[in-house]
């Protein structure tokens, strides 16, 4: 059986940081790029973070290209207070990870996803867990992407539970609603996992310390990473005692989309002033038959915190 070619397109912070380690200790997958995003941090920042987390877990093959640097209808990036105070001011909770021995990718991002859906095709499993300006540009340059690539799943929007930066809208999707839109509204398809199933996955201190117990670099590192994530959730919800496992779900549930329960829909991205980043159901399509996006409803909790812990602590084991 051939091995899953594997993309993940990260504005790397702490949960990104788990979705590159998820992705790297899942079995019968090949992690061929890491695309650069911004939101937790600006695109260069956390295209080295790719490069710091990578190196940590011997991962020194996995190419990061940066991608846009900003958001599709502006001309720059301002990093929100609240980025630094959740995921802290390096964006992997302050701990201090050596320089990569190997810089960036010169391609271009946005470059290197068109190249990989023309090699891969329905082989390509793509995971943007940032906003979507990465992938709308890669339609726009390439318009037959959409029915080209293979599985997407995204780490964004929130259906049936409020937003988490206003009451309509989740991060990711907010940063960019005009290229989540154009995404949503393609003929691609895609698994939206968004705050509705991402909210149900918690990891604690109780997880973080087997990781520190394993007395390996990654391991300690991970846990330093981690706890930070944990304690800054404290300060915004403390009747969680642990974090949301966001972006690593998503890497989940394209590997295994049995995790989620979900249902079909045809959905738009509001881009008005009041609800901007809603995702919704599109209600000019509603009655035409084959939906293109997989809404994420309920999650196996129990049995994705098992994977997780499993994927993540055999890969520490080793570095």
């Given at each position: 059986?051939?091995?899953?070619?594997?993309?993940?397109?990260?504005?790397?912070?702490?949960?990104?940081?788990?979705?590159?380690?998820?992705?790297l200790g899942?079995?019968?997958?090949?992690?061929?790029?890491?695309?650069?995003?911004?939101?937790?941090?600006?695109?260069?920042?956390?295209?080295?973070?790719?490069?710091?987390?990578?190196?940590?877990?011997?991962?020194?093959?996995?190419?990061?290209?940066?991608?846009?640097?900003?958001?599709?209808?502006?001309?720059?990036?301002?990093?929100?207070?609240?980025?630094?105070?959740?995921?802290?001011?390096?964006?992997?909770?302050?701990?201090?990870?050596?320089?990569?021995?190997?810089?960036?990718?010169?391609?271009?991002?946005v470059?290197?996803?068109?190249?990989?859906?023309n090699?891969?095709?329905?082989?390509?499993?793509?995971?943007?867990?940032?906003?979507?300006?990465n992938?709308?540009?890669?339609?726009?340059?390439?318009?037959?992407?959409?029915?080209?690539?293979?599985?997407?799943?995204?780490?964004?929007?929130?259906?049936?539970?409020?937003?988490?930066?206003?009451?309509?809208?989740?991060?990711?999707i907010?940063q960019?609603?005009?290229?989540?839109?154009?995404?949503?509204?393609?003929?691609?398809?895609?698994?939206?996992?968004?705050?509705?199933?991402?909210?149900?996955?918690?990891?604690?201190?109780?997880?973080?310390?087997?990781?520190?117990?394993l007395?390996?670099?990654?391991?300690?590192?991970?846990?330093?990473?981690?706890?930070?994530y944990?304690?800054?959730?404290?300060d915004?919800?403390?009747?969680?005692?642990?974090?949301?496992?966001?972006?690593?779900?998503?890497?989940g549930?394209?590997?295994?989309?049995?995790?989620?329960?979900?249902?079909?829909?045809?959905?738009?991205?509001?881009?008005?002033?009041?609800s901007?980043?809603?995702?919704?159901?599109?209600?000019?399509?509603?009655?035409?038959?084959?939906?293109?996006?997989?809404?994420?409803?309920?999650?196996?909790?129990?049995?994705?915190?098992?994977?997780?812990m499993?994927?993540?602590?055999?890969?520490?084991?080793?570095?």
């Amino acid at each position: 059986m051939a091995r899953r070619k594997l993309i993940l397109d990260l504005d790397t912070g702490i949960d990104d940081a788990m979705a590159i380690a998820y992705a790297l200790g899942a079995p019968d997958v090949d992690l061929i790029g890491i695309i650069g995003s911004y939101g937790n941090v600006i695109v260069e920042e956390g295209g080295k973070n790719s490069l710091k987390i990578l190196e940590l877990l011997g991962a020194t093959d996995v190419p990061v290209y940066l991608g846009e640097s900003h958001a599709s209808q502006t001309d720059h990036f301002d990093r929100l207070p609240v980025s630094a105070n959740i995921h802290g001011e390096n964006g992997i909770g302050g701990v201090q990870l050596p320089e990569a021995k190997r810089p960036l990718e010169t391609t271009s991002g946005v470059d290197f996803l068109i190249d990989a859906v023309n090699q891969y095709g329905k082989d390509l499993t793509l995971v943007p867990t940032g906003p979507l300006t990465n992938l709308a540009a890669a339609i726009k340059k390439d318009p037959d992407l959409p029915t080209k690539i293979g599985n997407v799943t995204i780490m964004g929007g929130a259906l049936t539970v409020p937003g988490n930066v206003t009451p309509y809208a989740e991060a990711n999707i907010h940063q960019d609603a005009e290229a989540a839109n154009a995404v949503f509204t393609s003929p691609i398809r895609l698994t939206m996992v968004g705050l509705d199933v991402t909210l149900r996955n918690i990891l604690t201190k109780k997880e973080t310390q087997e990781w520190r117990n394993l007395k390996t670099k990654a391991g300690t590192d991970f846990a330093d990473i981690v706890d930070y994530y944990i304690d800054a959730y404290a300060d915004f919800d403390a009747t969680l005692h642990g974090c949301v496992l966001h972006d690593p779900l998503a890497v989940g549930v394209a590997l295994d989309p049995t995790l989620i329960t979900s249902f079909d829909l045809n959905m738009i991205v509001s881009t008005d002033k009041e609800s901007y980043g809603r995702t919704i159901g599109d209600t000019t399509r509603i009655n035409q038959p084959d939906a293109n996006i997989t809404v994420g409803l309920t999650s196996d909790s129990k049995r994705y915190l098992e994977t997780f812990m499993n994927y993540l602590t055999k890969l520490f084991k080793q570095n």
